[in-house]
C-alpha cells in the first residue's frame, strides 16, 4: 500500500505497540532475532510494521509455513498483501480464498489445506487459520497464516496465538481511528469557527472580506482571494486586508486564471508538491508564482447544490508549504461556506439581476437533460397560452341588475290627519279601488257640523236683514253664508278621502302604517307606492368601463337571485348618457325588456346580469380590464 506515517505521533503509536509486544512475549536468543525486534520497534510504515508483526507471529505460533497480511480501505477494500512470509522461495497465493472467506465473513475462519475449501475434522494436517482486523467495528484487513497441526490442542493453540497477536494490529487501528475522529473533530469545528465570521453581515461583500481575512489570520497565509464565476470564468471578489483591487492588473488576472483551473478541474490544487491526483493540471498556478512571485499555493474549488460558483485561493511563504491538514481544513471551510455565500450573493443582486438569472436557470433545465416535469407543465402552460390566444369566445358584460316598474304610483295623505286603520303593508296584492289605510275623520265632522250651524245662522241673520230691508246687511250675510257653504263642501271633500284607495290592481311596492296607527300625517306624504303586475323594466347597472361597447338591441341574459337556475332572456332596450355615483363607482342605467313575460316576477328583485357583445379572444376577455387600467396609468404617469 506505500501507506507512510507522517507525523512524529503515528511513528510513536506504532514504537508503543512494538515495544508492548516485545515485552509480552519470549524474544528468540539470536543476533538475527535481535535485529527482528529492532525493526519491529523503529517500524516507521504500517508496512514495515505489518511485516514485521508477521514474521513474530510466525515464529511465535509454532510450525508455519507461510502468512499473509491484507490491508485495504476500511470496509470497502479493495484488500491486498502488504506483507508475507517468507518474504522469498514460497508462494500464498493459496491462502487467497481463505482470505476471501473471512473478510466475507467478518469472523475467524480455519480451513484445511489452506485452499479454504472446509473445516478441519481431526486437527491434524495443513491448516490455514484467517483472522480479520476490525477495529471500532470496522474491517480493515485481515491476517491469514498457514500451519502444520499434530493435533486438536495444537491446533486450537495456535487459534489463540493468533488471535492474541491479531491484538495488537487492532489496538493499532484503533488508536488511529480515535486519532482520526479527534483530528476530523477539530478541523470541523475551526472550519465553523471560520465560516461563522462571514455570517451576520448584511452584504456579500462584507461576509466574503471577513472570511479571507479569518483565513488569512488562521494560517498565516500572505494573502487569501475568493472569486466568483461570472461570464464562464473565475472573478476575483474578494482579498484579505485590501478594500479596494482593479480588476485590470495582471496579479488579479493570474490569481483568476488560476481559481479557473481548480474550478474546471473541480478539484484541490496545491503547488509545490501538492498530494498526488491523476490527471490534476496546475499549468496557471505554476506561472502565478514564477511570474509573481507567490509562494506555495492552494486552490479550493467552492460548490452550492453541486454545482461549481468559485473557488478560494491562499497563498504563503514558499518556506511554509500546505500540509494535508491545513488541506483538509481549506477544504472543509470551502464546503460549509460556498452554499452559504452563494445564497447571499443572490440575494444581494439587483432586481432585474435576479429575474435575469431565474430566467437563464429556467431556459438550462428546460432545453438540458432530466427536468420531465417541468418541460411538461412548461409543454402544457404553452399549449394553454397558444389556446387562448387563438380560441375565441363570447364577450359579454356584466353587471348588476335591478328589476323596477315601469308605472309606480303614490298613495298620498289627502289632508292633514291621523292613521285609523292599514290593513295592506308592501308586498300584499291589491285590487283597484281597494282600501289602502282609512284616516280619522271625527275631527272633520265635528268641523261639517259647525259649519252647518254657522250657516243656519247666517240664514236666519239673511231672512230678518231682508224683513227690515237692510241691502248692506243682506250683502255682508250673503257673502258670509257662501263662505260657509265652501266650508262644508270642503270637509265633505276630505271626507270622501279619508279612504286611501289603490289605483289599479298591482302590488303594494313599499308603505307599511300597520304599526302606526293613531299617528298623526301631514298632507301629500306619500303613505304607499303600488306598481302593476304585468309591466317592469329592467336595469343594468353596466360600468364605465364597459358602456361603450353596449349598444341598443343586444341581447342579454339574467340571472335573478330569487330563480338562480332559470335564465331569463332580455333585449336592451335603452342606453341613458348620464352616469350614476354608488358605492365607489360610476355606472350607466341601461333598460333592458324581457323576451317573454314572467308572472313570478316582483319590482325590487336583484341579480346579474350580462350582454352580448362579439366574439373576442379569449385572453382579450380575461385581460382587457386590467390592460386598460395600465394603460390608463401609464399615460397619466407620463408627463
Same mark, same amino acid.
Request: aromatic share 6%.
Given at each position: 500500500?506505500?501507506?507512510?506515517?507522517?507525523?512524529?505521533?503515528?511513528?510513536?503509536?506504532?514504537?508503543?505497540?512494538?515495544?508492548?509486544?516485545?515485552?509480552?512475549?519470549?524474544?528468540?536468543?539470536?543476533?538475527?532475532? &535481535?535485529?527482528?525486534? +529492532?525493526?519491529?520497534?523503529?517500524?516507521?510504515?504500517?508496512?514495515?510494521?505489518? =511485516?514485521? $508483526? /508477521? #514474521? %513474530?507471529?510466525?515464529?511465535?505460533?509454532?510450525?508455519?509455513?507461510?502468512?499473509?497480511?491484507?490491508?485495504?480501505?476500511?470496509?470497502?477494500?479493495?484488500?491486498?498483501?502488504?506483507?508475507?512470509?517468507?518474504?522469498?522461495?514460497?508462494?500464498?497465493?493459496?491462502?487467497?480464498?481463505?482470505?476471501?472467506?473471512?473478510?466475507?465473513?467478518?469472523?475467524?475462519?480455519?480451513?484445511?489445506?489452506?485452499?479454504?475449501?472446509?473445516?478441519?475434522?481431526?486437527?491434524?494436517?495443513?491448516?490455514?487459520?484467517?483472522?480479520?482486523?476490525?477495529?471500532?467495528?470496522?474491517?480493515?484487513?485481515?491476517?491469514?497464516?498457514?500451519?502444520? &497441526?499434530?493435533?486438536? +490442542?495444537?491446533?486450537?493453540?495456535?487459534?489463540?496465538?493468533?488471535?492474541?497477536? =491479531?491484538? $495488537? /494490529? #487492532? %489496538?493499532?487501528?484503533?488508536?488511529?481511528?480515535?486519532?482520526?475522529?479527534?483530528?476530523?473533530?477539530?478541523?470541523?469545528?475551526?472550519?465553523?469557527?471560520?465560516?461563522?465570521?462571514?455570517?451576520?453581515?448584511?452584504?456579500?461583500?462584507?461576509?466574503?472580506?471577513?472570511?479571507?481575512?479569518?483565513?488569512?489570520?488562521?494560517?498565516?497565509?500572505?494573502?487569501?482571494?475568493?472569486?466568483?464565476?461570472?461570464?464562464?470564468?473565475?472573478?476575483?471578489?474578494?482579498?484579505?486586508?485590501?478594500?479596494?483591487?482593479?480588476?485590470?492588473?495582471?496579479?488579479?488576472?493570474?490569481?483568476?486564471?488560476?481559481?479557473?483551473?481548480?474550478?474546471?478541474?473541480?478539484?484541490?490544487?496545491?503547488?509545490?508538491?501538492?498530494?498526488?491526483?491523476?490527471?490534476?493540471?496546475?499549468?496557471?498556478?505554476?506561472?502565478?508564482?514564477?511570474?509573481?512571485?507567490?509562494?506555495?499555493?492552494?486552490?479550493?474549488?467552492?460548490?452550492?447544490?453541486?454545482?461549481?460558483?468559485?473557488?478560494?485561493?491562499?497563498?504563503?511563504?514558499?518556506?511554509?508549504?500546505?500540509?494535508?491538514?491545513?488541506?483538509?481544513?481549506?477544504?472543509?471551510?470551502?464546503?460549509?461556506?460556498?452554499?452559504?455565500?452563494?445564497?447571499?450573493?443572490?440575494?444581494?443582486?439587483?432586481?432585474?439581476?435576479?429575474?435575469?438569472?431565474?430566467?437563464?436557470?429556467?431556459?438550462?433545465?428546460?432545453?438540458?437533460?432530466?427536468?420531465?416535469?417541468?418541460?411538461?407543465?412548461?409543454?402544457?402552460?404553452?399549449?394553454?397560452?397558444?389556446?387562448?390566444?387563438?380560441?375565441?369566445?363570447?364577450?359579454?358584460?356584466?353587471?348588476?341588475?335591478?328589476?323596477?316598474?315601469?308605472?309606480?304610483?303614490?298613495?298620498?295623505?289627502?289632508?292633514?290627519?291621523?292613521?285609523?286603520?292599514?290593513?295592506?303593508?308592501?308586498?300584499?296584492?291589491?285590487?283597484?279601488?281597494?282600501?289602502?289605510?282609512?284616516?280619522?275623520?271625527?275631527?272633520?265632522?265635528?268641523?261639517?257640523?259647525?259649519?252647518?250651524?254657522?250657516?243656519?245662522?247666517?240664514?236666519?241673520?239673511?231672512?230678518?236683514?231682508?224683513?227690515?230691508?237692510?241691502?248692506?246687511?243682506?250683502?255682508?250675510?250673503?257673502?258670509?253664508?257662501?263662505?260657509?257653504?265652501?266650508?262644508?263642501?270642503?270637509?265633505?271633500?276630505?271626507?270622501?278621502?279619508?279612504?286611501?284607495?289603490?289605483?289599479?290592481?298591482?302590488?303594494?311596492?313599499?308603505?307599511?302604517?300597520?304599526?302606526?296607527?293613531?299617528?298623526?300625517?301631514?298632507?301629500?306624504?306619500?303613505?304607499?307606492?303600488?306598481?302593476?303586475?304585468?309591466?317592469?323594466?329592467?336595469?343594468?347597472?353596466?360600468?364605465?368601463?364597459?358602456?361603450?361597447?353596449?349598444?341598443?338591441?343586444?341581447?342579454?341574459?339574467?340571472?335573478?337571485?330569487?330563480?338562480?337556475?332559470?335564465?331569463?332572456?332580455?333585449?336592451?332596450?335603452?342606453?341613458?348618457?348620464?352616469?350614476?355615483?354608488?358605492?365607489?363607482?360610476?355606472?350607466?342605467?341601461?333598460?333592458?325588456?324581457?323576451?317573454?313575460?314572467?308572472?313570478?316576477?316582483?319590482?325590487?328583485?336583484?341579480?346579474?346580469?350580462?350582454?352580448?357583445?362579439?366574439?373576442?379572444?379569449?385572453?382579450?376577455?380575461?385581460?382587457?380590464?386590467?390592460?386598460?387600467?395600465?394603460?390608463?396609468?401609464?399615460?397619466?404617469?407620463?408627463?
Amino acid at each position: 500500500m506505500d501507506r507512510s506515517l507522517e507525523s512524529e505521533s503515528e511513528r510513536g503509536a506504532l514504537r508503543r505497540a512494538a515495544e508492548s509486544l516485545a515485552a509480552t512475549v519470549a524474544q528468540p536468543e539470536g543476533e538475527h532475532d &535481535s535485529g527482528l525486534w +529492532a525493526r519491529f520497534a523503529q517500524a516507521a510504515t504500517i508496512e514495515t510494521f505489518c =511485516a514485521s $508483526w /508477521l #514474521e %513474530l507471529q510466525c515464529r511465535v505460533v509454532g510450525p508455519v509455513e507461510a502468512g499473509m497480511v491484507l490491508l485495504g480501505p476500511a470496509d470497502r477494500g479493495p484488500f491486498r498483501p502488504v506483507a508475507t512470509w517468507p518474504v522469498k522461495g514460497h508462494f500464498v497465493t493459496h491462502l487467497s480464498k481463505t482470505a476471501e472467506r473471512t473478510l466475507k465473513e467478518r469472523r475467524e475462519v480455519v480451513t484445511r489445506g489452506g485452499d479454504g475449501s472446509g473445516s478441519t475434522a481431526s486437527g491434524i494436517g495443513r491448516y490455514a487459520i484467517g483472522r480479520p482486523i476490525e477495529a471500532c467495528g470496522v474491517i480493515h484487513g485481515a491476517a491469514v497464516i498457514e500451519v502444520v &497441526s499434530s493435533s486438536d +490442542a495444537n491446533l486450537q493453540s495456535m487459534v489463540r496465538q493468533l488471535h492474541w497477536g =491479531a491484538a $495488537w /494490529l #487492532e %489496538l493499532l487501528f484503533s488508536r488511529e481511528a480515535v486519532k482520526a475522529e479527534k483530528e476530523t473533530r477539530e478541523r470541523i469545528q475551526a472550519a465553523l469557527d471560520l465560516v461563522a465570521t462571514s455570517v451576520g453581515h448584511e452584504r456579500c461583500y462584507e461576509s466574503a472580506m471577513a472570511l479571507v481575512t479569518s483565513l488569512a489570520t488562521k494560517l498565516q497565509c500572505d494573502r487569501v482571494s475568493i472569486g466568483f464565476i461570472s461570464g464562464g470564468h473565475t472573478r476575483v471578489f474578494a482579498v484579505s486586508h485590501s478594500a479596494e483591487f482593479k480588476q485590470q492588473t495582471n496579479l488579479i488576472r493570474s490569481i483568476g486564471e488560476a481559481m479557473d483551473e481548480a474550478v474546471e478541474q473541480r478539484e484541490t490544487i496545491v503547488y509545490p508538491n501538492g498530494p498526488p491526483s491523476a490527471g490534476v493540471v496546475s499549468r496557471t498556478h505554476t506561472e502565478l508564482a514564477r511570474h509573481h512571485g507567490a509562494g506555495a499555493l492552494c486552490s479550493v474549488p467552492l460548490e452550492a447544490l453541486g454545482e461549481p460558483i468559485g473557488a478560494l485561493m491562499l497563498e504563503r511563504p514558499m518556506d511554509r508549504p500546505f500540509d494535508n491538514k491545513t488541506v483538509e481544513l481549506c477544504q472543509s471551510v470551502a464546503a460549509l461556506a460556498g452554499p452559504i455565500l452563494e445564497t447571499h450573493r443572490r440575494d444581494d443582486r439587483w432586481l432585474i439581476t435576479k429575474a435575469a438569472g431565474s430566467v437563464k436557470s429556467y431556459l438550462v433545465s428546460l432545453v438540458g437533460p432530466r427536468h420531465v416535469a417541468l418541460k411538461v407543465t412548461t409543454a402544457v402552460v404553452v399549449g394553454l397560452a397558444l389556446f387562448c390566444s387563438l380560441a375565441k369566445g363570447d364577450y359579454r358584460v356584466s353587471a348588476r341588475t335591478v328589476l323596477e316598474p315601469i308605472v309606480l304610483r303614490a298613495a298620498a295623505a289627502p289632508f292633514n290627519g291621523y292613521i285609523r286603520e292599514a290593513p295592506v303593508r308592501a308586498g300584499d296584492l291589491v285590487k283597484a279601488g281597494q282600501m289602502l289605510c282609512t284616516l280619522d275623520d271625527r275631527e272633520l265632522r265635528l268641523e261639517r257640523l259647525k259649519s252647518l250651524s254657522k250657516l243656519e245662522e247666517y240664514q236666519k241673520e239673511y231672512h230678518k236683514a231682508m224683513g227690515e230691508r237692510e241691502a248692506a246687511k243682506v250683502e255682508i250675510v250673503t257673502a258670509q253664508m257662501h263662505q260657509a257653504q265652501a266650508e262644508i263642501a270642503l270637509l265633505d271633500d276630505q271626507l270622501a278621502h279619508t279612504k286611501v284607495l289603490a289605483p289599479f290592481d298591482g302590488i303594494v311596492v313599499t308603505g307599511d302604517l300597520s304599526q302606526q296607527l293613531g299617528a298623526p300625517i301631514e298632507k301629500g306624504k306619500v303613505l304607499f307606492e303600488v306598481a302593476p303586475l304585468d309591466s317592469y323594466r329592467l336595469v343594468i347597472e353596466v360600468d364605465e368601463r364597459d358602456i361603450a361597447d353596449v349598444a341598443v338591441g343586444q341581447r342579454g341574459s339574467l340571472l335573478l337571485s330569487a330563480f338562480p337556475s332559470e335564465e331569463i332572456k332580455v333585449t336592451v332596450e335603452k342606453v341613458t348618457p348620464v352616469s350614476t355615483a354608488k358605492d365607489g363607482r360610476n355606472f350607466f342605467r341601461v333598460e333592458a325588456q324581457f323576451d317573454q313575460p314572467h308572472d313570478r316576477l316582483r319590482p325590487g328583485m336583484e341579480g346579474a346580469g350580462k350582454i352580448e357583445i362579439d366574439r373576442r379572444s379569449l385572453v382579450w376577455i380575461w385581460t382587457h380590464q386590467i390592460v386598460d387600467w395600465m394603460r390608463l396609468a401609464a399615460w397619466s404617469w407620463l408627463p
